[in-house]
């Protein structure tokens, strides 16, 4: 009985690093990319995902591959203790690096009008929740699982606020399209801001006061973002 439940635990914490994998924070400009570009793709003048090729990796490689980098590099360096960052002082200078990212796209978003004003929004919400949260690391460490997720959950709710959605749709080339009513979609995000919440905590990578603030800085900075540019 020891070995397995050895077993049990091993295969959770390895469920809990994927689902913390998947769900990285420096992920969710480009999860809420591909969340507008399904529900709404008209809003990029497109029909499917697939026309925002460029828009896609342009917001991947700015948000998450090259901050990525500059963080294992820094690991290389000796300038941060780890790659998950799990020091809150080892969190400083990718905050910064990375809120620069996020401002400069903000700044060409804002001027651009090919990109929708909601995304723009999304991107100064995420940028003010960086933010919020940079200036927090100095008195706790905050999740930042959670608030990216309390922001992609916020976007959902004003992207169902603003416009007239119905269906998640998912379309690939060779395979049939897939469809997904937007309070099904509504409702997983709910639940996959919980399993993120619940992997952090069995990782004992956060305590519950670390993700509760995290989850409200999200959902914030969102609010606040689309009240200024909306």
Do not use: C
Request: charge should be neutral; aromatic fraction near 14%; charged fraction near 10%.
């Amino acid at each position: 009985m020891p070995h397995a439940s050895h077993k049990l635990s091993a295969f959770l914490r390895s469920g809990a690093r994927v689902v913390s994998l998947l769900a990285h924070p420096l992920l969710v400009p480009t999860y809420g990319l591909l969340l507008l570009l399904g529900t709404n793709p008209y809003l990029f003048g497109v029909h499917s995902v697939a026309g925002e090729v460029r828009l896609l990796i342009l917001v991947f490689f700015s948000t998450f591959l090259i901050p990525a980098f500059a963080v294992f590099m820094m690991r290389m360096l000796g300038l941060v203790g780890s790659i998950e960052l799990r020091d809150r002082h080892d969190r400083i200078g990718p905050y910064i690096l990375t809120g620069m990212f996020y401002l400069w796209l903000v700044i060409n978003f804002l001027n651009n009008t090919d990109i929708p004003r909601i995304y723009a929004a999304f991107m100064l919400g995420a940028s003010i929740s960086l933010f919020v949260t940079f200036f927090l690391n100095a008195f706790t460490k905050v999740s930042a699982h959670a608030v990216g997720m309390g922001g992609l959950l916020a976007l959902m709710l004003l992207a169902m606020a603003t416009f007239d959605l119905d269906y998640f749709t998912l379309q690939i080339n060779g395979f049939e399209p897939l469809y997904l009513h937007v309070n099904v979609l509504l409702m997983g995000l709910i639940l996959l801001a919980g399993l993120v919440g619940t992997a952090r905590l069995y990782l004992d990578a956060h305590t519950p006061g670390e993700l509760w603030p995290g989850y409200l800085i999200g959902l914030f900075g969102q609010l606040v973002a689309y009240n200024i540019v909306m």
